[in-house]
């Protein structure tokens, strides 16, 4: 809601000029359509409600009702006038009239009220004007307001039908007026926005294919090479306006997170970390000045707070048409960056897998939960990454025995192991699986078998959720150097370690509903994987299955499906997968296809007694 809020003040604040990417201040908000799954939705206020009476209660406020008033108001100006357009110069009024004379170098006023005069002479003609706007800077347009529709009606027939003569000389256009919709700065780059219709659309033309459907889908949200280039273009380019105004600073943008690991979409914003030379300091406020007068095409330049890494400078780079976020001497994220990449140079799958994970999470939970309170691209990256390494597809590489290369940051450890070659070897099963049946197996994992209750996701295995807290905060108060980034561990309902920073928790400010409705759609995906279903249908979650015994269903309620006590299901003592049996054709079926068809009928009753 802050996020929101403060990104439309600055919307509303704007003074650029409008064009296709920046409205203008003088826009007003019209009716858009909710987006899709949304229940309790004012389109007339966009505010999404989290039931019907809360709907109700807000359609009753002030607010709401004042927001009807002006868009009621709005339709009914839009309606009684007329876009104007082509109108001639002052010179050709003058050269034809003969006014002005010596006067032809008086203001901009005087000249659009002798233009205004003429307008009101031939437009007058069709009803009684109660309004006429001439646009101030050019005087190329104006808007002309009937007291009733009707008249503007009579306006745009006349116009249809070739009665209306040149205007001194000029052959007008003439429209209906159109009230441009304002949007808040994280919707204004709209060429970027992945229609919900269009990827199902893929799902269904390769419904028989599912290997063949996800990498076109993977084709679609992921960022093409082209718009990669104008990326580094910018980059590039602001970083060489900053050091030509800030000179004697030495200012290095530096991309990390998705933009640097190819795991970005095409709505993803650009990270970047600006460093300075030691012996220099920049403040914050030069930064910005510079950003909004000496940039070339950077505009909505302002600060938003984020927790446990300081103030994010975000801006709008309309060249490139991509927002920025920029943090000072972000050491962290760069070396998070590395070790991604290091384990994407592992195996080949694994990019395309994280996008389409992280592009699915969008898709389901990002049209009932507001983005603060879902879990982040980064966080579910590393939540892939554990649930690769308990499958055992991904090695270890946080192996304090294999890394010969410690490094140090803010005294804490982030060292990895960087040599390829010194990683254990994985099952070959592993090596075998396809996109989609890892997709199937992370649902499954962290729908039926993850009990978010009582561990936390981390790279480092699944460690029990209470010890790591009390050891966190008796060990940052021992030695609060060590964990100057965070001071303790913060409990949630889904907990994220950190790679590096162990007492960082990614995913701490994600609600309660939200990581029930995550647990949920992963279970019903992996349902409907497991069913049959069609392509669509397991991909987003979004149908049960519809084949499955009672006694299934009561086994998959609310709780897990025979979970132990350490919250696995159908998994070996070491977390291994299981090569399972071959097809006769020396093909071997994932252990996660395996399981159910193994789990005992007797088993299954007693699970549902207890339940």
Known sequence: HYFIQSNLRMVNMANDSPDKTTPSKKQKRVNKKPSAGSKFYCSTCDVHCPNQSTLEQHNAGKKHLANVSNVQRRDKHAMCSVFVGNLPKYSQIRAITGTGGAESSGSVEDKNEILKQELDKKFGAFGE???LIIDKKHG???????????????????????????????????????????KPL????????????????????????????????DAAISV??????????????????????????????????????????KDSDLDVSLSVDKEKRLERDDLIGVLKQKCTGVSHVHIIPAPGQGTITRFLDGISNTMFDILFSNRLGIANTSLINTILSYDTRLSRLI????????????SRFAKQAMPSSYSITIMIFHYLRQKQVIPDFLDSSLITDHKRIYDLDFSYVTDLSKLPPTPPVTKTATIPELMAGF??????????????ASMRGTLPKEELESEMGESSAECPSQHSYVSSFRPSTLAVQ???????NLTHNVSVECAVAFRDSCRSAAGNWEGGKELYSWWLGAERRQDVSMEDDTTQGEGSVGEGA???????ADGSIDEGAGDGAGNTTPVWKQEESQTSGCKRSVEAMEH
Request: net charge neutral.
């Open 129 to 131: 004007i109660t309004k």
């Open 140 to 182: 190329s347009y104006c808007i002309i307001e009937y007291k009733a529709p009707a008249m503007a009606q009579v306006v745009l027939a006349e116009y249809q039908a070739g009665k209306i003569e040149q205007f001194y000389g000029q052959k007008l256009q003439i429209k209906s007026r159109k009230v441009t919709e304002i």
């Open 186 to 217: 994280h919707h204004i780059i709209t060429h970027k926005e992945i229609a919900r219709e269009n990827i199902i659309g893929l799902l269904e033309e390769a419904s028989d294919d599912p290997v063949c459907a996800l990498n076109m889908v």
């Open 224 to 265: 093409p090479d082209a718009m990669k280039r104008k990326h580094l273009e910018a980059c590039n380019r602001i970083q060489t306006q900053l050091n030509d105004n800030l000179p004697f600073h030495n200012i290095k943008l530096s991309l990390y997170g998705s933009a640097a690991t190819g795991l970005s979409l």
């Open 355 to 366: 996008r389409l994970i992280v592009y699915w999470n969008k898709t389901v939970l990002g």
């Open 443 to 456: 649902w499954k994992y962290y729908g039926t078998e993850f009990n978010r209750d009582i561990h936390v």
């Open 498 to 504: 950190d790679p590096f920073v162990l007492t960082h």
């Open 566 to 572: 350490d919250g696995s299901v159908g998994e070996g």
